[in-house]
């Protein structure tokens, strides 16, 4: 049965991979939301609706973006940056404007603008 599962969840990654299913992006206490595939994170959470800080406007300097990964699929906008360790905060903390949407993901924001009662921050550029 579990491998009946892996088979069926790597149908579905390479089906969003090639854009015939758009991933499901679950955003603790906000709710499940279809994103593109290749879309950076941050973009994603704040076109869902959930008003993330990106106080630097995503050039991965203020960490403000930074979300709790707890599972699923993303990529890296830079490798290099990624093994930065100011961008690297710990396994599970990570900047959002540094990721992209790989395939299914749940994650947790860590500052809004409810909840911090700063602006955004400027749009990170890009998709
Ligand atoms: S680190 Fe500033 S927006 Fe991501």
Redesign the pocket.
Known sequence: MSDFNEIGKTVVRYFQEWGFVMPKLHILGFGEFAVETGKKL?LAIEDSGVNI??????????????VEILEGDYTETSPQKALDSKYFIDDQLR????LRIAGDLKIRTIKTVENSGLEA?PR?LGQ
């Open positions: 941050v800080l990106h106080r630097c406007g995503g050039k991965g300097k203020c960490t403000t973006c930074r900047l959002s404007c540094q921050g990170p």
